[in-house]
């Protein structure tokens, strides 16, 4: 009899036996809704700077514009809680989402563009949101698990700047992301942050799809010529030394604040432009995962 109680004892003390608990079922259960809500989006790109003020949203609004142009599905959420600038750069500061049986609906902005911003969300303009770090990761979790975003080939997440608390909720919860898009102006004083970035992907085990220059360089308007007010190859050579892919650089161009004053994306307002062209460029390797997603589909099934 003894021994009986014994091992009823044992069995009772079993890591193995011991039921998760209320915390863990509901984690599982947000994860599982994740992974569902975002089963049809077949890549997804976070767009990261080290230093604010390098132009990062704006990168990341003309990579989603110009991938739909391209015929391409694509979402773009702006998880820049405190400073959402998407809502601008699209001409899209008077939308709201609507609401459906599946959840939120993002913004349309084109019939291959949708968007989600907490910009969206607020009552005013010029409202502060002055939150801390558990209702941030809760709204992040919210527009990736409760948005309907449906089939889309990429979903483009613009991140605020640094390595804190609203990029890293967005690789741990996107623990499948293709990678990052790495954003620097070409002076010292970026590219410094910058190093940061790319070792915080690293960190994270987020791949690092390459740099971007940005303001690399001015193109006169009136001669062509192009004058060098912040230095340029700043970023191609940090890129080199810290083993990163180098995806090219983007010239300072007056019209890309008129493009961005005026709610529509620079790749559409001045396509036959220099800067537009280098868009283009910065694309075609995001565009490449896609072959590489089908070659891996071909050979599955050829298995």
């Not at 915390?23 to 077949?42: F, G, Y």
């Not at 994270?204 to 220059?213: A, D, F, R």
């Not at 080199?240 to 010239?251: Q, V």
Request: glycine fraction near 8%.
């Amino acid at each position: 009899m003894s021994q009986e109680k014994e091992s009823m004892s044992e069995g009772a003390s079993c890591p193995s036996k011991k039921l998760p608990s209320r915390d863990e079922v509901e984690e599982i259960k947000e994860s599982l809704a994740l992974q569902d809500n975002l089963r049809d989006v077949k890549h997804k790109i976070i767009v990261l700077s080290g230093k604010g003020g390098v132009g990062k949203s704006t990168v990341a609004a003309n990579i989603a514009a110009a991938l739909s142009l391209r015929g391409k599905k694509v979402g773009l959420v702006d998880v820049d809680i405190h400073g959402p600038s998407i809502p601008k750069i699209m001409g899209l500061e008077s939308s709201r989402p609507a609401t459906s049986l599946d959840g939120l609906e993002p913004v349309q902005y084109s019939p291959n563009l949708v968007v989600m911003s907490v910009g969206f969300l607020l009552r005013e303009r010029d409202d502060a949101i002055i939150w801390r770090t558990p209702l941030k990761h809760g709204l992040i979790k919210q527009f990736l698990a409760e948005v309907n975003w449906g089939e889309l080939d990429y979903l483009v997440v613009d991140c605020p700047p640094g390595t804190g608390d609203e990029p890293l909720s967005v690789i741990q919860l996107l623990e499948n992301a293709d990678g990052a898009v790495v954003v620097t102006t070409p002076q010292d004083l970026s590219l410094a942050d910058v190093r940061k970035s790319i070792t915080f992907c690293r960190a994270t085990n987020l791949p690092v799809l390459g740099v971007v220059e940005n303001m690399s360089g001015f193109i006169c308007p009136h001669c062509a010529n192009t004058v060098d007010i912040f230095k340029s190859g700043g970023g191609e050579k940090m890129a080199s030394e810290m083993g990163a892919p180098f995806l090219g650089r983007i010239p300072i161009d007056p019209k890309m604040v008129e493009s961005g004053d005026s709610g529509k994306p620079f790749v559409e307002s001045f396509a036959e432009s220099e800067t537009s062209k280098a868009f283009i460029r910065i694309i075609e390797p995001l565009l490449a995962l896609a072959g590489r997603i089908r070659k891996e589909e071909d050979y599955n099934a050829n298995l």
